[in-house]
């Protein structure tokens, strides 16, 4: 959730939106953008910049601003769920979470029984912290673990231990949380394949309900590619990436998680109800720099810098850079591209009812060598990536762009 923007637009945002021409699918998803972190990691390509606590202090209240001005309450929507992404949004205290929590129940029509998602970073919390936010009303904690071993923690920059992040995982199963999501990543400098199984098994000696598993992306300019550069540490060649994502996945359905979507697994029950919306036609809107909504047949983009933010929310204006209606060609290809993202794929009949489209007449024969070459499958009524098409899947999704 985080990107650029262009100029400030005067008109309420959300006012204008509700009552659009295209209705949302289901409830909606409220996103909190906290652009803070205690140190930056080399890989990161994430709108975030240094805790400054003057400055988070003035963010902080261009936020509640800004959800208060929005309006969602009086427009009659629902949101079922609520996450704060980042940078880092266990930087914040207890009771700013909790502050945002009930700005978000009387201004955004937050429900009872809404998912409640806060990112953590193991190294910023301890019990009191996590039993804060527990009664704060997070209901979800969503925890960047990324490695168990603390050589490629330590090359990425990472602020925690193996053992700082366990210790986290315990301490917030002590707290009360029986929703904790967990974050590794994968093809990480001079990792082996085995040495990222276990980290892996770790992680399922834990038991947390969901888990999230990544490739690294090296960015161009991120700072870890010379540091790669002069350490003399690679990556290991693309089969290695394949063999770590079948060894990964194989592992988590054999200790009872099943793969959902390309890059998360969870335990029944445990899918993350926020992150769903996103490749399920859903509708959400975010708040803070850079966030992006799409909701009531609109997409729009915050601007991107905090200090423009505050500026321009704290000036009565909207912090909108970008925005504009979706057609229904776009959001029926977009439906298309997340939802193969799925591992239960696309429900065909329903997208055919919903967009008045016949999905193999349009673009049957492009799919056809994807189905051939085993990396799609097409089942009546459905369509959906095979495991090693969903590790090539940005070339079948290429067919809807
Ligand atoms: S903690 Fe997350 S957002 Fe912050 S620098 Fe590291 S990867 Fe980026």
New binding site residues.
Partial sequence: MRAPSEAGDPVGRVDRGSGGRCGDRGPLGLYLHIPF?E???N??N?N?GLLELGLKRRYLDALHREIERAGLAATGVRADSLFFG???PSVLEPIEVGALIARCRSDASLAPGAEVTLEV?PETVNAARLAGYREAGVTRLSM?VQSFRDAELRRLN?QHTATRAIDAFVVARAAGFDDISLDLMMWLPEQTVAQWCESVDTLVALGPEHVSFYLLELYPNAPLQDEMARGGWAQGPQECAADMYHAGVDRLEAADYRQYEISNAARHGHRSRHNLKYWSDGAWVGFGCGAHSTHAGERWQNVSGVGDYIDVVMAGRTPVGSLRALSTEERLTDTMFLGLRLSEGIDVAAVEERYDVDVWSRWGAELVPFVEAGLLEREPGRLRLTRAGMLLASEVMQVFV
Avoid: D, L, Q, S
């Fill in positions: 972190c140190a930056i990691c890989y990161c994430f975030r980042g940078g880092t970073n960047g990472r």
